[in-house]
T-cell receptor, first 110, second 114 residues
Framework: GEDVEQSLFLSVREGDSSVINCTYT??????LYWYKQEPGAGLQLLTY?????DMKQDQRLTVLLNKKDKHLSLRIADTQTGDSAIYFC??????????FGAGTRLFVKA | NAGVMQNPRHLVRRRGQEARLRCSPM?????VYWYRQLPEEGLKFMVY????????ESGMPKERFSAEFPKEGPSILRIQQVVRGDSAAYFC????????????FGNGTRLTVT
């Protein structure tokens, strides 16, 4: 299919790790992105990974890429209430078209 | 603020009226993308433009919707004869080139059709 797929909801306790999963469809996609959307705002680029990498770490964020299974994950360590938002996985296809998943709503309980 | 600027932030239109949404890309960016986000859904690609050219409009409805990115001034997304189903958040993004550079988003225009 054409869709980038994500689970819709995730709830974690403050201080725990959050893992948001995504499957994409185009094996030729060169970049895969994670964006964050807070209420009433646009999308903010969190991190991205090039398709020839398996892992990328950036402070509390760890991105894992399994090209064989077309599976991407975002791990947020020590999740805080300020991390509550919608997280979008996206793949860059065909030179310019970026395709987004439906977003995972992360709820962080204090 | 050198980010992507969209206006208005909120737009209310009655059925049958026209909606005009404006987007100024980031400084130095000449590629503009419009996405639509329906409530509780992800972003759907609508159209990709470079200055004075529409590159891909495969995601845009064939009727009532049009987009332009003139040589001077912002990109405009125009929706004629709006219907209730057009109510959504419309996001503009820009990039410096077409080589899969990350998109930078504006804060969106929330269109409500009454």
């Amino acid at each position: 299919g054409e869709d980038v797929e994500q689970s819709l909801f995730l709830s974690v306790r403050e201080g725990d790790s959050s893992v948001i999963n995504c499957t994409y469809t185009d094996s030729s996609s060169t970049y895969l992105y994670w964006y964050k959307q807070e209420p009433g705002a646009g999308l903010q680029l969190l991190t991205y990974i090039f398709s020839n990498m398996d892992m990328k770490q950036d402070q509390r964020l760890t991105v894992l890429l399994n090209k064989k299974d077309k599976h991407l994950s975002l791990r947020i360590a020590d999740t805080q209430t300020g991390d509550s938002a919608i997280y979008f996985c996206a793949e860059a296809r065909g030179g310019f078209k970026t395709i987004f998943g439906a977003g995972t709503r992360l709820f962080v309980k204090a | 603020n050198a980010g992507v600027m969209q206006n208005p932030r909120h737009l209310v239109r009655r059925r049958g009226q026209e909606a005009r949404l404006r987007c100024s890309p980031m400084k130095g960016h000449s590629h503009v993308y419009w996405y639509r986000q329906l409530p509780e859904e992800g972003l759907k690609f609508m159209v990709y433009l470079q200055k004075e050219n529409i590159i891909d409009e495969s995601g845009m409805p064939k009727e009532r919707f049009s987009a332009e990115f003139p040589k001077e001034g912002p990109s405009i997304l125009r929706i004629q004869q709006v219907v209730r189903g057009d109510s959504a958040a419309y996001f503009c993004a820009s990039s410096p080139d077409r080589n899969n550079s990350p998109l930078h988003f504006g804060n969106g225009t929330r269109l409500t059709v009454t």
